[in-house]
């Protein structure tokens, strides 16, 4: 599975943007999809992901509320609509999936980066102030 995030940029704060990523192959509806962030001189973290049918989603606290992810299998693409950003937004995006369907076990949720197989290369959203 190859990934491409798109659709960074400049905005202002309490703006949006959607983010999306696009994904090869055809195996990609079965697999769940996880957002996650880096922000300059930051850990990489996670933002948000969503199952292989779009039914589960989880968010990281500090999105809920303002940001919503969604799939469209057949276009093979998993969007992040960011709305009311912050300048703490700043960071490259990226999307990652597992080659599983799932995105908890349990009550417990997916998270971390290692829990995810397939990266693509981010995409910079800057929020300024």
């Known amino acids: 599975v190859q990934l491409q995030a798109s659709g960074g940029g400049l905005v202002q704060a309490g703006g949006s943007l959607r983010l999306a990523c696009a994904a090869s192959g055809r195996t990609f509806s079965n697999y769940a999809v996880g957002w996650f962030r880096q922000a300059p001189g930051k850990e990489r973290e996670f933002v948000s992901a969503?199952?292989?049918?779009?039914?589960?989603?989880y968010y990281a606290d500090f999105v809920k509320g303002r940001f919503t992810i969604s799939r469209v299998n057949a276009e093979r693409t998993v969007y992040l609509q960011m709305n009311s950003l912050k300048p703490e937004d700043t960071a490259v995006y990226s999307c990652?999936?597992?080659?599983?369907?799932?995105?908890?076990?349990?009550?417990?949720?997916?998270?971390?980066?290692?829990?995810?197989?397939?990266w693509g290369q981010g995409t910079l959203v800057t929020v300024s102030s």
């Open positions: 969503i199952n292989y049918n779009g039914i589960v989603t």
């Open positions: 990652a999936c597992r080659t599983s369907n799932n995105i908890r076990s349990g009550s417990s949720y997916y998270t971390r980066p290692s829990d995810y197989n397939y």
